[in-house]
């Protein structure tokens, strides 16, 4: 009988185990990241810079453009249509043709900073910077890599 329950309880464990490891992939990124306090700080940090800061432009934020946190389509300054940013990290690095080079998701974050905010952006590999990509990354949490892929 104490073999039957050694064992039962085994399989039960094992269960318990593969339970919670499936539950913890699909909750996302913050889950995830819970178990490393410095990567969800870096993700927590990256949002509040992507709802409120206007790296001294006109007053805009990354938010006014890319709603619902990115994770949604937007809208242009002009209205028109932009896709949202939730497989953004998955496609990057990807040929930009009308620059003729390789761009990173760091390049498209600076880009969209200096021209749509008409901002200054952090410097590469900057705290800001890496908060931003964190933050952005995030929303990808589960996607497949795409890269040179189309945002959705």
């Given at each position: 009988?104490?073999?039957?329950?050694?064992?039962?309880?085994?399989?039960?464990?094992?269960?318990a185990a593969l339970l919670?490891?499936?539950?913890l992939c699909t909750a996302g990124v913050h889950q995830a990241a819970a178990t490393e306090p410095h990567l969800e700080k870096a993700i927590r940090d990256g949002e509040a810079l992507f709802v409120h800061e206007t790296f001294g432009g006109a007053g805009n934020t990354c938010q006014t453009c890319h709603v619902e946190g990115g994770a949604g389509p937007g809208?242009?300054?002009?209205?028109?249509?932009i896709p949202s940013l939730a497989n953004a990290a998955t496609?990057?690095?990807?040929?930009n043709p009308k620059a003729?080079?390789?761009?990173?998701?760091?390049?498209?974050?600076?880009?969209?900073?200096?021209?749509?905010?008409?901002?200054?952006?952090?410097?590469?590999?900057?705290e800001q910077?890496?908060?931003?990509?964190?933050?952005?990354?995030?929303?990808a949490q589960g996607k497949p890599l795409d890269m040179g892929g189309k945002p959705q």
């Open positions: 009988m104490g073999s039957f329950i050694e064992r039962d309880h085994k399989k039960v464990s094992f269960i919670l490891s499936s539950g809208k242009s300054s002009k209205g028109d249509a496609i990057y690095p990807r040929f003729n080079k390789v761009e990173t998701l760091e390049d498209k974050i600076g880009h969209c900073i200096a021209g749509a905010l008409r901002g200054k952006p952090p410097a590469y590999g900057s910077m890496t908060q931003l990509v964190s933050y952005i990354t995030s929303l």
